[in-house]
Structures are given as structure tokens and as C-alpha cells.
């Protein structure tokens, strides 16, 4: 197990010594991520609203649980 770990360590020295992110990269990289999960969400959650009762069932949800989850807004998780 502790081979694995120093096998790795090269990697973990690299990346230490790459120079930080500018502050509007890594404001603009936060965002970025904010927004993909968003548009998961969304997509999803519309996506759910087209199953049917039978395809519910396959994913362990009812039909009411659906509902709930599908009129819940994008940015709330």
C-alpha cells in the first residue's frame, strides 16, 4: 500500500511547484463549474418529467417523488 502512495508522490511534487492561478481564473473556473452543474440539473430534472410510471419504478421513485424533484429550481441541489 505504501508503495502506491510514493509511486505517486513525482505527480503531487509537480503540482505543487506549478505557479498559483490567477484570482479572475480560478473566479472564472468556479463559475464555470457553478454553471455545468446547473445545466446537469436542469437537464435532468426535464428529463425526469418524461419517464413514465413503469420507468419510476426501475429507478425507485414514485410518480409523486418525480414530481417533487423535477419542479425543484436548477440551482437548488
Known sequence: MTR???????????????PR?????????????????WATRRRTRLALRQLSAHQLRDVGLTPADAYIEARRVFWRA
Open 4 to 18: 502506491s502512495i510514493h509511486a505517486a508522490e513525482p505527480h503531487l511534487a509537480y503540482l505543487t511547484a506549478q
Open 21 to 37: 492561478m490567477p484570482a479572475a481564473s480560478v473566479l472564472a473556473l468556479r463559475v464555470a463549474v457553478v454553471l455545468s452543474k
